[in-house]
Protein backbone atom coordinates (compact mmCIF):
# COMPACT_ATOMS: atom_id res chain seq x y z
CA UNK A 1 0.00 0.00 0.00
CA UNK A 2 1.33 3.04 -0.76
CA UNK A 3 1.96 5.90 1.84
CA UNK A 4 -0.86 8.34 2.12
CA UNK A 5 1.56 11.38 1.79
CA UNK A 6 4.07 12.39 -1.34
CA UNK A 7 6.54 14.99 -1.50
CA UNK A 8 6.39 18.40 -3.79
CA UNK A 9 9.78 21.01 -3.48
CA UNK A 10 8.44 23.86 -3.14
CA UNK A 11 10.24 26.40 -5.84
CA UNK A 12 8.63 23.97 -8.63
CA UNK A 13 4.87 23.66 -7.05
CA UNK A 14 5.18 27.73 -6.97
CA UNK A 15 6.70 28.15 -10.37
CA UNK A 16 4.20 25.98 -12.26
CA UNK A 17 6.67 24.88 -14.71
CA UNK A 18 4.37 22.64 -16.82
CA UNK A 19 2.13 23.12 -19.79
CA UNK A 20 -1.41 22.74 -18.12
CA UNK A 21 -2.47 21.07 -21.30
CA UNK A 22 -2.51 17.27 -21.97
CA UNK A 23 -1.60 17.91 -25.75
CA UNK A 24 0.77 20.53 -27.40
CA UNK A 25 1.81 21.52 -30.53
CA UNK A 26 5.58 19.67 -31.75
CA UNK A 27 6.95 23.23 -32.28
CA UNK A 28 6.32 24.24 -28.12
CA UNK A 29 9.68 23.66 -27.57
CA UNK A 30 9.78 26.98 -24.99
CA UNK A 31 7.83 29.26 -23.33
CA UNK A 32 8.40 32.44 -20.93
CA UNK A 33 6.33 33.93 -18.46
CA UNK A 34 5.86 36.50 -15.84
CA UNK A 35 3.37 36.19 -13.49
CA UNK A 36 2.40 37.47 -10.49
CA UNK A 37 0.44 34.78 -8.03
CA UNK A 38 0.99 35.52 -4.58
CA UNK A 39 2.70 38.37 -2.30
CA UNK A 40 6.27 36.81 -2.55
CA UNK A 41 6.48 38.51 -5.52
CA UNK A 42 6.58 38.21 -9.38
CA UNK A 43 7.30 34.54 -10.65
CA UNK A 44 9.83 34.79 -13.75
CA UNK A 45 10.23 31.33 -15.85
CA UNK A 46 11.75 30.89 -18.98
CA UNK A 47 11.79 26.76 -20.90
CA UNK A 48 13.47 25.33 -22.87
CA UNK A 49 13.02 22.09 -24.27
CA UNK A 50 16.08 19.71 -25.02
CA UNK A 51 16.68 18.57 -28.80
CA UNK A 52 14.21 16.83 -30.43
CA UNK A 53 11.94 17.73 -27.54
CA UNK A 54 8.82 19.41 -26.66
CA UNK A 55 8.60 21.67 -23.40
CA UNK A 56 6.82 19.49 -19.91
CA UNK A 57 3.15 19.63 -20.07
CA UNK A 58 0.31 17.14 -19.03
CA UNK A 59 1.30 14.05 -17.27
CA UNK A 60 4.58 15.60 -16.54
CA UNK A 61 3.56 17.35 -13.60
CA UNK A 62 2.39 13.52 -11.92
CA UNK A 63 5.96 12.31 -13.00
CA UNK A 64 7.73 14.93 -11.34
CA UNK A 65 5.26 14.97 -8.44
CA UNK A 66 6.64 11.08 -8.24
CA UNK A 67 10.30 11.82 -8.49
CA UNK A 68 10.30 13.86 -5.11
CA UNK A 69 7.89 12.13 -3.39
CA UNK A 70 10.44 9.02 -4.32
CA UNK A 71 13.57 10.92 -3.37
CA UNK A 72 12.22 11.81 0.44
CA UNK A 73 10.79 8.35 0.87
CA UNK A 74 13.93 6.90 -0.02
CA UNK A 75 15.92 8.80 2.97
CA UNK A 76 17.03 11.95 0.87
CA UNK A 77 20.43 10.05 -0.58
CA UNK A 78 23.13 12.39 -0.91
CA UNK A 79 24.38 11.12 -4.41
CA UNK A 80 20.38 12.40 -5.63
CA UNK A 81 19.76 8.67 -6.69
CA UNK A 82 16.04 7.35 -7.10
CA UNK A 83 15.97 3.77 -7.44
CA UNK A 84 12.61 2.44 -8.47
CA UNK A 85 10.55 0.21 -11.22
CA UNK A 86 8.11 1.73 -13.43
CA UNK A 87 5.26 0.24 -11.52
CA UNK A 88 5.95 1.80 -8.25
CA UNK A 89 7.04 4.88 -9.78
CA UNK A 90 3.09 5.11 -11.35
CA UNK A 91 2.20 4.16 -7.88
CA UNK A 92 4.03 7.13 -6.21
CA UNK A 93 2.55 9.25 -9.08
CA UNK A 94 -1.34 8.36 -8.50
CA UNK A 95 -1.12 7.27 -11.77
CA UNK A 96 -2.89 3.81 -13.42
CA UNK A 97 -1.07 0.82 -14.65
CA UNK A 98 -0.47 -0.60 -18.37
CA UNK A 99 0.99 0.06 -21.32
CA UNK A 100 0.02 3.06 -22.58
CA UNK A 101 0.84 4.93 -19.25
CA UNK A 102 4.32 3.37 -18.73
CA UNK A 103 5.26 5.19 -22.29
CA UNK A 104 4.04 7.91 -21.43
CA UNK A 105 6.19 7.99 -18.43
CA UNK A 106 8.81 7.09 -20.34
CA UNK A 107 8.68 9.77 -22.68
CA UNK A 108 8.12 12.31 -19.76
CA UNK A 109 11.60 11.00 -17.96
CA UNK A 110 13.06 12.14 -21.54
CA UNK A 111 11.75 15.51 -21.34
CA UNK A 112 12.44 15.96 -18.03
CA UNK A 113 15.91 14.75 -18.86
CA UNK A 114 16.47 17.29 -21.62
CA UNK A 115 14.59 20.60 -20.07
CA UNK A 116 16.30 23.85 -18.89
CA UNK A 117 14.72 26.27 -16.95
CA UNK A 118 15.97 29.92 -16.42
CA UNK A 119 14.85 31.33 -13.38
CA UNK A 120 14.69 35.19 -12.40
CA UNK A 121 15.11 36.87 -8.70
CA UNK A 122 12.08 33.94 -7.77
CA UNK A 123 13.88 30.64 -6.48
CA UNK A 124 13.09 30.31 -2.69
CA UNK A 125 15.17 29.59 0.17
CA UNK A 126 13.04 29.51 3.40
CA UNK A 127 14.74 32.23 5.52
CA UNK A 128 14.91 32.74 9.50
CA UNK A 129 12.56 35.08 10.02
CA UNK A 130 9.30 32.99 8.10
CA UNK A 131 9.98 34.65 4.40
CA UNK A 132 12.25 33.12 2.04
CA UNK A 133 14.96 34.53 0.29
CA UNK A 134 14.65 34.97 -3.39
CA UNK A 135 17.47 34.11 -6.44
CA UNK A 136 18.30 33.31 -9.88
CA UNK A 137 19.05 30.07 -11.19
CA UNK A 138 19.49 27.74 -14.42
CA UNK A 139 19.12 24.54 -13.87
CA UNK A 140 17.53 21.30 -15.51
CA UNK A 141 15.42 18.62 -13.63
CA UNK A 142 16.94 15.13 -13.91
CA UNK A 143 21.21 14.88 -14.50
CA UNK A 144 20.86 10.93 -15.48
CA UNK A 145 18.70 8.41 -16.19
CA UNK A 146 19.40 4.55 -16.59
CA UNK A 147 17.27 1.97 -17.44
CA UNK A 148 17.17 -2.20 -16.21
CA UNK A 149 15.48 -4.61 -17.46
CA UNK A 150 14.62 -8.47 -16.16
CA UNK A 151 11.57 -10.59 -16.37
CA UNK A 152 10.64 -8.89 -19.87
CA UNK A 153 9.08 -10.85 -23.22
CA UNK A 154 11.38 -12.56 -25.37
CA UNK A 155 10.13 -10.11 -27.93
CA UNK A 156 11.26 -7.21 -25.79
CA UNK A 157 11.40 -4.12 -27.58
CA UNK A 158 14.63 -1.74 -26.87
CA UNK A 159 14.06 0.91 -24.93
CA UNK A 160 10.21 0.47 -23.80
CA UNK A 161 9.12 0.10 -20.33
CA UNK A 162 7.72 -2.76 -18.29
CA UNK A 163 6.32 -2.49 -15.06
CA UNK A 164 9.21 -4.61 -13.50
CA UNK A 165 11.49 -2.46 -15.15
CA UNK A 166 14.02 -0.95 -12.73
CA UNK A 167 15.37 3.16 -13.46
CA UNK A 168 18.01 4.72 -11.80
CA UNK A 169 17.45 8.78 -11.46
CA UNK A 170 19.69 11.32 -10.53
CA UNK A 171 18.12 14.54 -9.68
CA UNK A 172 19.24 17.47 -10.49
CA UNK A 173 21.49 19.50 -7.38
CA UNK A 174 19.55 22.70 -6.84
CA UNK A 175 16.35 20.56 -6.63
CA UNK A 176 18.03 18.13 -3.84
CA UNK A 177 19.73 21.23 -2.24
CA UNK A 178 16.04 23.07 -1.55
CA UNK A 179 14.90 19.44 -0.15
CA UNK A 180 17.48 18.47 1.80
CA UNK A 181 16.77 22.12 3.63
CA UNK A 182 13.02 21.12 3.78
CA UNK A 183 11.86 23.12 1.60
CA UNK A 184 8.96 20.42 0.79
CA UNK A 185 5.81 20.08 1.38
CA UNK A 186 2.96 17.04 1.69
CA UNK A 187 0.73 16.11 -1.05
CA UNK A 188 -2.45 13.70 -0.25
CA UNK A 189 -1.75 11.43 -2.66
CA UNK A 190 -5.40 9.66 -2.56
CA UNK A 191 -6.94 13.06 -3.13
CA UNK A 192 -4.59 12.75 -6.43
CA UNK A 193 -5.77 9.30 -7.66
CA UNK A 194 -9.30 10.68 -7.09
CA UNK A 195 -8.66 13.32 -10.15
CA UNK A 196 -9.23 12.44 -13.46
CA UNK A 197 -6.91 14.40 -15.11
CA UNK A 198 -3.68 16.24 -15.79
CA UNK A 199 -4.74 20.05 -15.47
CA UNK A 200 -7.01 18.99 -12.79
CA UNK A 201 -3.90 17.79 -10.32
CA UNK A 202 -2.07 20.26 -11.48
CA UNK A 203 -4.56 22.95 -10.46
CA UNK A 204 -5.03 21.06 -7.03
CA UNK A 205 -1.13 21.06 -6.72
CA UNK A 206 -0.76 24.60 -7.42
CA UNK A 207 -4.03 26.27 -5.18
CA UNK A 208 -2.42 24.01 -2.30
CA UNK A 209 0.88 25.44 -2.68
CA UNK A 210 -0.60 28.98 -2.62
CA UNK A 211 -2.73 28.78 0.05
CA UNK A 212 0.30 27.60 2.33
CA UNK A 213 2.11 30.12 1.68
CA UNK A 214 3.02 32.01 4.61
CA UNK A 215 0.81 34.81 4.80
CA UNK A 216 -1.74 33.52 2.75
CA UNK A 217 -5.29 33.44 3.28
CA UNK A 218 -5.89 29.36 3.59
CA UNK A 219 -9.97 29.91 3.47
CA UNK A 220 -10.35 31.88 0.11
CA UNK A 221 -7.96 32.59 -3.10
CA UNK A 222 -8.11 35.62 -5.99
CA UNK A 223 -6.34 35.96 -8.70
CA UNK A 224 -6.62 37.67 -12.45
CA UNK A 225 -8.63 35.31 -15.18
CA UNK A 226 -5.10 35.98 -17.57
CA UNK A 227 -2.56 35.43 -14.87
CA UNK A 228 -3.99 32.24 -13.80
CA UNK A 229 -4.37 31.45 -17.63
CA UNK A 230 -0.22 32.37 -17.75
CA UNK A 231 0.21 30.75 -14.31
CA UNK A 232 -0.85 27.53 -15.46
CA UNK A 233 0.45 27.35 -18.64
CA UNK A 234 -2.65 27.33 -20.64
CA UNK A 235 -0.59 28.87 -23.62
CA UNK A 236 -0.45 28.41 -27.31
CA UNK A 237 1.90 29.66 -29.98
CA UNK A 238 1.68 32.93 -31.68
CA UNK A 239 3.81 31.91 -34.87
CA UNK A 240 1.81 30.35 -37.21
CA UNK A 241 4.13 30.52 -40.40
CA UNK A 242 5.79 27.19 -40.59
CA UNK A 243 9.17 28.70 -41.87
CA UNK A 244 9.26 30.91 -38.98
CA UNK A 245 8.37 27.82 -37.08
CA UNK A 246 11.35 26.25 -38.43
CA UNK A 247 13.57 28.49 -38.00
CA UNK A 248 13.14 29.40 -34.42
CA UNK A 249 13.48 25.69 -34.04
CA UNK A 250 17.30 25.83 -35.97
CA UNK A 251 18.47 28.75 -34.25
CA UNK A 252 17.12 27.28 -30.74
CA UNK A 253 15.21 30.14 -29.89
CA UNK A 254 12.11 30.14 -27.39
CA UNK A 255 8.88 30.72 -29.65
CA UNK A 256 6.35 33.00 -29.01
CA UNK A 257 3.63 32.34 -27.20
CA UNK A 258 0.37 33.75 -26.03
CA UNK A 259 -2.32 33.21 -23.48
CA UNK A 260 -5.29 31.65 -24.21
CA UNK A 261 -8.77 34.34 -23.97
CA UNK A 262 -10.49 34.35 -21.10
CA UNK A 263 -13.22 32.75 -22.45
CA UNK A 264 -11.29 29.24 -23.26
CA UNK A 265 -9.48 29.09 -19.97
CA UNK A 266 -13.49 29.12 -18.58
CA UNK A 267 -13.93 26.52 -20.97
CA UNK A 268 -10.94 24.79 -20.06
CA UNK A 269 -10.93 24.71 -16.36
CA UNK A 270 -14.57 24.25 -16.26
CA UNK A 271 -14.07 20.07 -15.26
CA UNK A 272 -11.54 20.69 -13.17
CA UNK A 273 -13.35 23.27 -11.19
CA UNK A 274 -16.23 20.81 -11.78
CA UNK A 275 -14.27 18.17 -9.89
CA UNK A 276 -12.55 19.83 -6.86
CA UNK A 277 -16.10 20.69 -5.98
CA UNK A 278 -17.04 17.25 -6.02
CA UNK A 279 -14.82 15.90 -3.73
CA UNK A 280 -15.11 18.70 -1.22
CA UNK A 281 -11.83 20.81 -2.12
CA UNK A 282 -12.96 23.67 -3.62
CA UNK A 283 -16.65 25.05 -1.91
CA UNK A 284 -17.05 27.38 -5.12
CA UNK A 285 -15.00 28.56 -7.93
CA UNK A 286 -16.60 31.91 -8.99
CA UNK A 287 -15.89 34.25 -12.14
CA UNK A 288 -16.35 38.06 -10.97
CA UNK A 289 -16.31 40.82 -13.62
CA UNK A 290 -15.96 40.44 -17.64
CA UNK A 291 -13.44 40.32 -19.90
CA UNK A 292 -9.86 40.46 -19.59
CA UNK A 293 -10.67 41.91 -16.27
CA UNK A 294 -12.34 38.77 -14.73
CA UNK A 295 -11.34 37.42 -11.49
CA UNK A 296 -11.34 34.09 -10.09
CA UNK A 297 -12.75 33.59 -6.76
CA UNK A 298 -11.84 30.15 -5.17
CA UNK A 299 -13.41 29.15 -1.61
CA UNK A 300 -11.48 26.05 -0.27
CA UNK A 301 -13.82 22.74 1.56
CA UNK A 302 -12.87 20.17 3.61
CA UNK A 303 -11.96 16.77 1.18
CA UNK A 304 -14.09 14.13 1.87
CA UNK A 305 -13.54 10.92 0.40
CA UNK A 306 -13.99 7.39 0.96
CA UNK A 307 -10.52 6.63 1.33
CA UNK A 308 -9.52 9.69 2.90
CA UNK A 309 -7.68 8.78 6.70
CA UNK A 310 -7.91 11.09 8.95
CA UNK A 311 -8.16 9.75 12.02
CA UNK A 312 -6.51 6.72 11.90
CA UNK A 313 -3.01 8.14 10.07
CA UNK A 314 -0.78 5.26 11.64
CA UNK A 315 -2.53 3.01 9.21
CA UNK A 316 -0.48 4.04 6.65
CA UNK A 317 2.15 2.41 7.76
CA UNK A 318 1.04 -1.20 6.96
CA UNK A 319 1.12 -3.08 3.56
CA UNK A 320 -1.59 -5.26 3.23
CA UNK A 321 0.20 -8.17 1.73
CA UNK A 322 -1.75 -11.51 0.39
CA UNK A 323 -0.05 -14.77 0.14
CA UNK A 324 2.19 -15.34 -2.47
CA UNK A 325 4.45 -17.56 -4.91
CA UNK A 326 8.09 -17.21 -4.60
CA UNK A 327 8.46 -14.82 -7.99
CA UNK A 328 6.00 -12.57 -5.56
CA UNK A 329 8.35 -12.56 -2.52
CA UNK A 330 10.89 -11.76 -5.27
CA UNK A 331 9.29 -8.79 -6.77
CA UNK A 332 8.32 -7.65 -2.95
CA UNK A 333 12.31 -7.15 -2.50
CA UNK A 334 13.28 -5.78 -5.13
CA UNK A 335 10.30 -3.27 -4.93
CA UNK A 336 11.92 -2.86 -1.98
CA UNK A 337 15.12 -1.61 -3.92
CA UNK A 338 17.06 -5.66 -3.31
CA UNK A 339 18.79 -6.25 -6.28
CA UNK A 340 17.28 -9.08 -8.31
CA UNK A 341 20.27 -11.35 -7.41
CA UNK A 342 20.38 -10.64 -3.80
CA UNK A 343 16.52 -11.07 -4.05
CA UNK A 344 16.33 -14.85 -5.56
CA UNK A 345 19.23 -15.88 -2.92
CA UNK A 346 16.71 -14.16 0.06
CA UNK A 347 13.76 -15.38 -1.44
CA UNK A 348 15.56 -19.35 -0.98
CA UNK A 349 16.86 -18.40 1.92
CA UNK A 350 13.71 -17.33 4.32
CA UNK A 351 10.51 -18.19 4.16
CA UNK A 352 7.63 -15.99 3.30
CA UNK A 353 6.36 -15.02 6.44
CA UNK A 354 9.74 -13.58 7.21
CA UNK A 355 9.97 -11.80 4.04
CA UNK A 356 6.07 -10.48 4.87
CA UNK A 357 6.98 -9.26 7.94
CA UNK A 358 9.95 -7.48 7.30
CA UNK A 359 8.31 -5.97 4.35
CA UNK A 360 5.50 -4.47 6.46
CA UNK A 361 8.60 -3.34 9.16
CA UNK A 362 10.35 -1.42 5.93
CA UNK A 363 7.26 0.06 4.67
CA UNK A 364 5.83 1.52 8.15
CA UNK A 365 9.49 2.98 8.43
CA UNK A 366 9.24 4.45 5.42
CA UNK A 367 6.15 6.07 5.78
CA UNK A 368 7.51 7.41 9.31
CA UNK A 369 9.95 9.20 7.06
CA UNK A 370 12.31 7.25 8.30
CA UNK A 371 16.18 8.14 6.90
CA UNK A 372 17.47 4.94 4.87
CA UNK A 373 20.65 5.61 3.59
CA UNK A 374 20.86 2.47 1.29
CA UNK A 375 16.88 1.28 1.05
CA UNK A 376 17.94 -1.91 -0.10
CA UNK A 377 20.28 -2.48 2.05
CA UNK A 378 18.32 -1.77 5.42
CA UNK A 379 15.64 -4.20 4.20
CA UNK A 380 17.81 -6.81 3.90
CA UNK A 381 19.15 -6.33 7.30
CA UNK A 382 15.65 -6.33 8.40
CA UNK A 383 14.99 -9.31 7.15
CA UNK A 384 18.61 -11.02 8.61
CA UNK A 385 18.26 -9.39 11.85
CA UNK A 386 14.37 -9.28 13.07
CA UNK A 387 15.66 -8.93 16.75
CA UNK A 388 16.55 -5.80 16.38
CA UNK A 389 13.41 -4.54 14.50
CA UNK A 390 9.98 -5.21 17.11
CA UNK A 391 7.24 -5.46 14.51
CA UNK A 392 5.31 -2.55 16.08
CA UNK A 393 6.96 0.41 14.78
CA UNK A 394 5.28 3.63 16.01
CA UNK A 395 4.16 6.13 13.16
CA UNK A 396 4.44 9.58 14.13
CA UNK A 397 1.82 12.03 12.38
CA UNK A 398 2.59 14.12 9.46
CA UNK A 399 2.43 17.91 10.60
CA UNK A 400 1.54 20.43 7.93
CA UNK A 401 4.40 23.24 7.78
CA UNK A 402 3.26 26.19 8.69
CA UNK A 403 0.19 24.91 11.39
CA UNK A 404 2.70 23.63 14.19
CA UNK A 405 0.56 21.41 16.38
CA UNK A 406 1.35 20.09 20.05
CA UNK A 407 2.07 15.92 19.92
CA UNK A 408 3.65 13.40 22.08
CA UNK A 409 6.61 12.85 20.81
CA UNK A 410 8.02 9.74 19.60
CA UNK A 411 11.44 8.90 19.50
CA UNK A 412 12.31 6.27 16.54
CA UNK A 413 15.06 4.41 17.35
CA UNK A 414 18.18 4.29 15.31
CA UNK A 415 19.50 1.61 12.61
CA UNK A 416 21.83 0.57 14.46
CA UNK A 417 20.53 0.83 18.43
CA UNK A 418 24.53 -0.04 19.63
CA UNK A 419 26.29 3.15 18.16
CA UNK A 420 28.60 4.82 20.38
CA UNK A 421 27.14 8.79 21.05
CA UNK A 422 29.66 11.07 19.93
CA UNK A 423 29.24 15.03 19.28
CA UNK A 424 30.91 14.18 15.98
CA UNK A 425 28.08 12.03 14.88
CA UNK A 426 25.40 14.51 16.10
CA UNK A 427 27.01 17.39 13.89
CA UNK A 428 27.70 15.20 11.08
CA UNK A 429 24.02 14.10 11.37
CA UNK A 430 22.90 18.14 11.78
CA UNK A 431 24.96 19.20 9.01
CA UNK A 432 26.21 22.63 8.03
CA UNK A 433 22.83 23.98 7.48
CA UNK A 434 23.66 24.06 11.72
CA UNK A 435 26.56 26.62 11.88
CA UNK A 436 24.93 29.38 9.75
CA UNK A 437 24.60 31.93 12.34
CA UNK A 438 24.00 31.80 16.18
CA UNK A 439 20.03 31.37 16.34
CA UNK A 440 20.81 28.02 14.19
CA UNK A 441 24.03 27.25 16.31
CA UNK A 442 21.68 27.39 19.62
CA UNK A 443 19.13 24.84 18.03
CA UNK A 444 22.39 22.70 16.92
CA UNK A 445 23.65 22.25 20.92
CA UNK A 446 20.11 21.87 22.69
CA UNK A 447 19.73 19.09 20.44
CA UNK A 448 23.53 17.43 20.38
CA UNK A 449 23.20 18.01 24.80
CA UNK A 450 19.60 15.60 24.13
CA UNK A 451 21.24 13.40 21.33
CA UNK A 452 24.47 12.84 23.90
CA UNK A 453 22.05 11.82 26.74
CA UNK A 454 20.00 9.66 24.86
CA UNK A 455 17.03 11.76 24.93
CA UNK A 456 16.66 11.35 21.15
CA UNK A 457 18.41 9.29 18.20
CA UNK A 458 20.77 10.12 15.47
CA UNK A 459 17.40 10.02 13.03
CA UNK A 460 15.68 12.62 15.10
CA UNK A 461 18.76 14.83 14.86
CA UNK A 462 18.90 14.07 11.00
CA UNK A 463 14.64 15.28 10.48
CA UNK A 464 15.24 18.39 12.32
CA UNK A 465 17.20 19.24 9.20
CA UNK A 466 14.06 18.80 6.88
CA UNK A 467 11.94 21.35 9.43
CA UNK A 468 11.62 25.30 9.12
CA UNK A 469 12.92 27.11 12.62
CA UNK A 470 10.09 27.42 13.83
CA UNK A 471 9.00 23.91 13.73
CA UNK A 472 12.79 23.11 14.77
CA UNK A 473 12.20 25.52 17.77
CA UNK A 474 8.81 23.10 18.68
CA UNK A 475 9.99 19.79 18.41
CA UNK A 476 13.00 21.13 20.84
CA UNK A 477 10.35 22.33 23.52
CA UNK A 478 8.99 19.15 23.16
CA UNK A 479 12.01 16.75 23.49
CA UNK A 480 13.30 18.76 26.33
CA UNK A 481 9.79 18.47 28.04
CA UNK A 482 9.91 14.57 27.04
CA UNK A 483 12.84 14.43 29.07
CA UNK A 484 12.15 16.24 32.18
Keep these: MTPRFGTEERNMARLSPVVGFNRISPQMVGWHKTVQVD ?61 TTYERVRESLQRWLLVTYKISECWGTPSQKGKWDFSSLTFGVISSLRQKDHGVPENYALGKFYASTFLEITLNASLIQSMVIGHIRN ?14 RILYRA ?69 LIKIGYLKTSDFIGRGSEQQIYYRFGKVDLPNSIESDIANIAITKLNDTSDSDLIQILTDRFVGQKKASELAMRYDRDQILDAAKKFDAKRAARYKMHSPGGFMVKILEQPENYPHSIPVEPILSEYKPQKTNVTIIETEEPQVERNYQSAYQALGKRFEENSAMREYRNRAVQLYIKGKISIINLIDLKTLEPIHIENKLKDWECESN
Excluded at 187 to 200: F, R, Y
Aim: proline share 6%; aromatic share 4%; hydrophobic share 35%.
Design 207 to 275: LEELRQIPGANSESYTIGIRAWGDHLGLRTLVIRNDEAVHDTLIKGKVPQTEILSPSKIRRTLAPAHEE
Design 187 to 200: IDINILKNLSSPLT
Design 39 to 99: HMGPVEVTCSAGRDQVVPHGIDADVLFALTTLYDWQGQPQNGQIRVSVHDLCNAAGLSHGG
